[in-house]
């Protein structure tokens, strides 16, 4: 069965900082693999995603993703942490049947 | 595209109770989903539909729970005897079905519901 956990429950960091969220999945199958943000009251809104092809992934709001097979991770960066990056993270992996499986979220703050 | 919308945002009711909610995917998506979210959790899946079909219930979903989906288009989810352990944000999402492996899924802002 697949799975994702998400190491650390809550990251803070400074404006301007490298921001990373690490994510490592389980999976029979060759996984899909994503990121969504989440807002207070708001739904997912997706970051990136990966499928096939290329290993580094770029999302929007200038997010990056890696692919690594060999360590079943997909860590989520970006160089430079913004106020407006505050947020909840949940990485998420989809089996072949399209229910994604979400990890537990990590909380990113980001201290001025 | 509106989005996908969810009504009532927040629902706040007594144990016992019977609750409904509604789900109105993006227009052209076939497929629809329900998560519910505890707090400091991620969403777990619930059910999903293919246009009417109901193709796939979690275990989660207990005999307590129904949803439907009776045109294709938009969904209700209904818990009846609600329980202090229903309280939960219940999020929709809605995607296209098309011939590949990947098809992404557009969540709703969600539902957050308090049981008393």
């Known amino acids: 069965a697949q799975s994702v956990t998400q190491l650390g429950s809550h990251v803070s960091v400074s404006e301007g900082a490298l921001v990373l969220l690490r994510c490592n999945y389980s999976?029979?199958?060759?996984?899909?693999l994503f990121w969504y943000v989440q807002y207070p009251n708001q739904g997912l809104q997706l970051l990136l995603k990966?499928?096939?092809?290329?290993?580094l992934v770029k999302g929007i709001n200038g997010f990056e993703a890696e692919f690594k097979k060999s360590e079943t991770s997909f860590h989520l960066t970006k160089p430079s942490a913004h106020m407006s990056d505050a947020a909840e993270y949940f990485c998420a992996v989809k089996t072949s049947y399209d229910k994604v499986i979400f990890g537990p979220g990590t909380s990113l703050s980001v201290i001025p | 595209d509106t989005g996908v919308s969810q009504d009532p945002r927040h629902k706040i009711t007594k144990r016992g109770q019977n609750v409904t909610f509604r789900c109105d995917p993006i227009s052209e998506h076939n497929r629809l989903y329900w998560y519910r979210q505890t707090l400091g959790q991620g969403p777990e899946f619930l059910t999903y539909?293919?246009?009417?079909?109901?193709?796939?219930k979690s275990r989660l979903l207990s005999d307590r729970f129904s949803a439907e989906r009776p045109k294709g288009s938009f969904s209700t989810l209904e818990i009846q005897r609600t329980e202090q352990g229903d309280s939960a944000m219940y999020l929709c999402?809605?995607?296209?079905?098309?011939?590949?492996?990947?098809?992404?899924?557009?969540f709703g802002p969600g539902t957050r519901l308090t049981v008393l």
């Open positions: 999402a809605s995607s296209l079905e098309f011939r590949g492996p990947y098809n992404e899924q557009f």
């Open positions: 999976s029979s199958v060759p996984p899909y």
């Open positions: 539909f293919q246009n009417e079909a109901q193709l796939e």
């Open positions: 990966y499928t096939t092809g290329a290993t």
